[in-house]
Nanobody
Framework: QVQLVESGGGLVQAGGSLRLSCAAS????????MGWFRQAPGKEREFVAA????????YYADSVKGRFTISRDNAKNTVPLQMNSLKPEDTAVYYC????????????????????WGQGTQVTVSS
């Protein structure tokens, strides 16, 4: 099993940027598709972005497309999420998630597509 730890959250003004990171440890030799989700107060957890194991294929929610970029460094076992042009509606707890995948599929957008979750990191965007 792999363990995930998010970092990089904080308080930023609207229009600013933050870079989140997800560090994986444990059984990292397996092939994992990775995703980022977020949960705002009073709302359900929602999909943000996903990346296939080989790193070449990504998929984004429409709400973040063109502003957020997911990437991965398999040598360092990290999955960054670069967030630019942040808006107050991006305020949420951000979680990274993993699932074993050997198909190269990236369209894992539901919570129950993933088997392992981090503890989350708070992102607050002030107006």
């Amino acid at each position: 099993q792999v363990q995930l730890v998010e970092s990089g959250g904080g308080l930023v003004q609207a229009g600013g940027s933050l870079r989140l990171s997800c560090a994986a440890s444990g059984r990292t030799s397996s092939s994992y598709a990775m995703g980022w989700f977020r949960q705002a107060p009073g709302k359900e957890r929602e999909f943000v972005a996903a990346i296939a194991y080989r790193g070449g294929t990504t998929y984004y929610a429409d709400s973040v497309k063109g502003r957020f970029t997911i990437s991965r460094d398999n040598a360092k076992n990290t999955v960054p999420l670069q967030m630019n042009s942040l808006k107050p509606e991006d305020t949420a707890v951000y979680y990274c998630a993993a699932r074993i995948d050997y198909s190269g599929n990236v369209y894992y957008i539901r919570e129950n597509d993933y088997t392992t979750w981090g503890q989350g990191t708070q992102v607050t965007v002030s107006s």
